[in-house]
């Protein structure tokens, strides 16, 4: 597997590459990539299926001016900013490998991640809930989605370092959806910073993931292409 720590100028462009790398791979026989990025503006990532007046206080994020944005993957919607660090994993599917389905997948993935962060925190317990979050004493510090194709998937996520979590509530409603163990508590009661270094979480995922080959050369052509076209256009962003 190979590794790319970059983050692009934009969050535009930053989840075009995503979708990009998940093209490159499943349409032109590309490998498996493991890739970082870290928000640098505060700003709504909105899951594939959202509606966004049921999940955005719309109003707050226009008077503040902040941007929203829709992911390719389903999940929830979340906020991202300075102190949360991103990832995507593109990975191959095979008939008889791990992520032959969405279920299994999720659970191979979570599950080595799972080891690899706790690996970071002696002495602490963390735990895969809902299907797709790692949660710490029962709150919650990541949160993850998954977008299959024929040949490759993309399952990516964001882990909370250092975030401001009080912006979550200013911008983001309670999710019409939430998994049983939230418990309907709000988000400072819910979300929780692991306050380590970014790349202690970058060494153990790539160790974790064998990603020892640095990705030269990423599908720029087709992210600009992709940031331009879709994750610009409010057709996509704000559409249900």
């Known amino acids: ?59 707050n994020c226009r008077a503040k001016q902040i941007q929203i944005f829709r992911r390719c993957s389903g999940g929830g919607t ?33 599950e080595r991640n799972r080891a690899a962060i706790e690996a970071l925190l002696p002495g602490f317990k963390i ?4 299907h797709t979050d790692l949660v710490l004493d029962g709150r919650k510090f990541s949160g993850n989605s998954q977008r299959r194709k024929k040949n490759f998937l993309l399952f990516h996520g964001t882990f909370l370092l250092n975030f401001n979590l009080a912006l979550v509530g200013e911008f983001l409603r309670m999710p019409s959806l939430q998994p049983d163990y939230r418990a309907s508590r709000s988000h400072d009661d819910f979300l929780v910073n692991l306050n380590l270094p970014a790349g202690q979480f970058k060494a153990a995922l790539q160790k974790a ?12 052509q087709e992210t600009q292409k992709l940031a331009a076209q879709k994750y610009s256009n409010d057709e996509w962003n704000l559409k249900l």
Not at 89 to 107: K, M, Q, W, Y
């Open 1 to 59: 597997m190979k590794h790319l720590d970059l983050t692009l100028p934009s969050p535009a462009e930053n989840l075009a590459c995503e979708e990009a790398l998940l093209d490159a791979s499943d349409e032109n026989g590309g490998g498996e990539v493991l890739r970082f990025w870290e928000a640098r503006e505060t700003f709504v990532v909105v899951g594939y299926a959202n509606k966004i007046a049921a999940e955005v206080n719309v109003e």
């Open 78 to 110: 979340v906020l991202q900013g300075p102190g949360c660090l991103n990832y995507a994993l593109v990975l191959l599917i095979t008939d008889d490998g791990p992520c032959r389905t969405v279920t299994s997948a999720n659970e191979f993935i979570m």
């Open 127 to 130: 735990s895969v809930r809902g």
């Open 209 to 220: 993931w064998g990603a020892t080959e640095e990705l030269k050369d990423f599908p720029q």
